[in-house]
């Protein structure tokens, strides 16, 4: 995966890497899910927790930790913010750490690429990404399964999805539930945030769950309700169209990214991929034809 992954970055464009993530994009395997919330909230503390739960029930996990703040230089990362510790002997679990590009909490290409070859090769995968707000649109394009994490006595997160800033996640967990009188009223604020508004309309609702990671409790809940998203899309093509739509959100996205808006709408039809048709080949077909 290592040697993957830098492949993709030092030759984004060649044969052989546009040729391995059309076949992983082609074959995927994982149930890819999106940790978001704000600074601190515990997000690294749950992914630590539910890679433990996974591990022991036999599911190999990848884990792709986006960070808004830190920023590459000669190879390193700098300010990493994911604070994980695993065994490092277990191959059945492999972490990787990304700056975000500049857009805030934008996710890099980079993110999509890694996200398609961890989805071919683990049973779950996983995206740790900073943020309230614009952030999890750019999430959103890249998991199955949203998860939002709240903190007790966070009045902001509440506010921004009473507004609707923040999107509607398929699961919300207030974290820091040892905390536990303060932690049954930000449930309590946080059903009532999500009945104002608007939901899925497709029958899903919205689990709205208290974990506190570093004593194991409500993890098990937390399991069953991503297990049961999975199932939720695993029926009446959900998750084909899902994965469908963020295909060509990413192909949009690439394509504004590189060659701006007077690029994409050059582009045209060529951004509406027909079924089976790799975002990835796609990209460099429209970039070689506008450059
Ligand atoms: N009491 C309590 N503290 C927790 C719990 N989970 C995390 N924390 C603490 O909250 C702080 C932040 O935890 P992280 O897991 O690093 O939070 P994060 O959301 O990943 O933070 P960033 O990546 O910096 O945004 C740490 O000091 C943790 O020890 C919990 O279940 N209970
Ligand atoms: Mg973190």
Same mark, same amino acid.
């Given at each position: 995966?290592?040697?993957?992954?830098?492949?993709?970055?030092?030759?984004?464009?060649?044969?052989?890497?546009?040729?391995?993530?059309?076949?992983?994009?082609?074959?995927?395997?994982?149930?890819?899910?999106?940790?978001?919330?704000?600074?601190?909230?515990?997000?690294?503390?749950?992914?630590?927790?539910?890679?433990?739960?996974?591990?022991?029930?036999? !599911?190999?996990?990848?884990?792709?930790?986006?960070?808004?703040?830190?920023?590459?230089?000669?190879?390193?990362?700098?300010?990493?913010?994911?604070?994980?510790?695993?065994?490092?002997?277990?191959?059945?679990?492999?972490?990787?750490?990304?700056?975000?590009?500049?857009?805030?909490?934008?996710?890099?290409?980079?993110?999509?690429?890694?996200?398609?070859?961890?989805?071919?090769?683990?049973?779950?995968?996983?995206?740790?990404?900073?943020?309230?707000?614009?952030?999890?649109?750019?999430?959103?394009?890249?998991?199955?399964?949203?998860?939002?994490?709240?903190?007790?006595?966070?009045?902001?997160?509440?506010?921004?999805?009473?507004?609707?800033?923040?999107?509607?996640?398929?699961?919300?967990?207030?974290?820091?539930?040892?905390?536990?009188?303060?932690?049954?009223?930000?449930?309590?604020?946080?059903?009532?945030?999500?009945?104002?508004?608007?939901?899925?309309?497709?029958?899903?609702?919205?689990?709205?769950?208290?974990?506190?990671?570093?004593?194991?409790?409500?993890?098990?809940?937390?399991?069953?309700?991503?297990?049961?998203?999975?199932?939720? !899309?695993?029926?009446?093509?959900?998750?084909?169209?899902? &994965?469908?739509?963020?295909?060509?959100?990413?192909?949009?996205?690439?394509?504004?990214? &590189?060659?701006?808006?007077?690029?994409?709408? &050059?582009?045209?039809?060529?951004?509406?991929?027909?079924?089976?048709?790799?975002?990835?080949?796609?990209?460099?077909?429209?970039? &070689?034809?506008?450059?």
């Amino acid at each position: 995966m290592a040697r993957a992954l830098s492949q993709i970055e030092r030759h984004a464009e060649a044969d052989e890497t546009i040729a391995l993530l059309s076949q992983a994009w082609a074959d995927p395997r994982a149930q890819v899910i999106g940790l978001t919330g704000p600074p601190g909230v515990g997000k690294s503390t749950l992914t630590s927790s539910l890679i433990g739960a996974w591990r022991a029930a036999g !599911l190999s996990v990848g884990v792709i930790a986006v960070d808004p703040s830190s920023k590459r230089t000669g190879g390193a990362l700098l300010g990493d913010r994911t604070r994980l510790r695993t065994d490092p002997d277990d191959t059945g679990i492999f972490v990787r750490s990304m700056a975000a590009r500049d857009r805030l909490g934008g996710l890099a290409r980079l993110t999509v690429a890694a996200m398609v070859l961890m989805r071919a090769v683990y049973d779950r995968v996983l995206i740790e990404t900073v943020g309230v707000g614009q952030s999890e649109t750019d999430v959103a394009m890249v998991a199955d399964t949203i998860v939002f994490c709240v903190q007790p006595g966070s009045g902001d997160s509440l506010q921004f999805m009473k507004a609707g800033i923040v999107e509607v996640p398929h699961v919300a967990v207030v974290t820091k539930a040892d905390m536990v009188a303060a932690a049954r009223r930000a449930q309590a604020d946080l059903k009532g945030a999500l009945s104002l508004t608007d939901e899925f309309g497709d029958g899903w609702e919205v689990p709205v769950l208290r974990v506190a990671a570093t004593l194991g409790e409500g993890l098990g809940e937390m399991i069953t309700a991503l297990d049961e998203h999975a199932a939720h !899309l695993a029926t009446a093509g959900r998750r084909e169209q899902a &994965r469908a739509a963020q295909s060509r959100a990413w192909l949009a996205d690439a394509v504004a990214e &590189r060659f701006g808006s007077h690029g994409l709408a &050059r582009a045209g039809g060529l951004l509406d991929l027909p079924p089976g048709t790799s975002p990835f080949e796609r990209e460099r077909a429209i970039s &070689r034809m506008l450059g």
